[in-house]
């Protein structure tokens, strides 16, 4: 469970593909025996462009009180 005073790190990544934009989302964890990926979760969506990815990514931040690195790779 996360306090909720102290915000999580959430990191993320855009990547531009043929029509548009991939937003990737995920929140980083140390690999262990049954974690075989450096994350808890991952989210990707598929938008029409940079500023939609932002605005995303803006929206998604303020509802879950998160800080954003900036760009990472995946």
């Known amino acids: 469970m996360y306090s909720t005073t102290t915000p999580h790190l959430i990191k993320y990544n ?7 934009v ?3 989302i995920w929140e ?3 690999k262990s025996e049954v974690r075989v ?15 939609e ?12 009180k ?3 690195q900036i760009p990472q790779e995946i």
């Open 37 to 51: 990926k450096p994350f808890l979760y991952m989210v990707r969506y598929r938008l029409p462009s940079e500023v």
């Open 22 to 24: 991939i937003l990737s």
């Open 28 to 30: 980083p964890a140390a």
């Open 66 to 68: 998160a800080k954003a």
């Open 14 to 20: 855009i990547t531009p593909f043929e029509g548009g």
């Open 53 to 64: 990815a932002m605005k995303l990514l803006s929206e998604y931040l303020a509802t879950y």
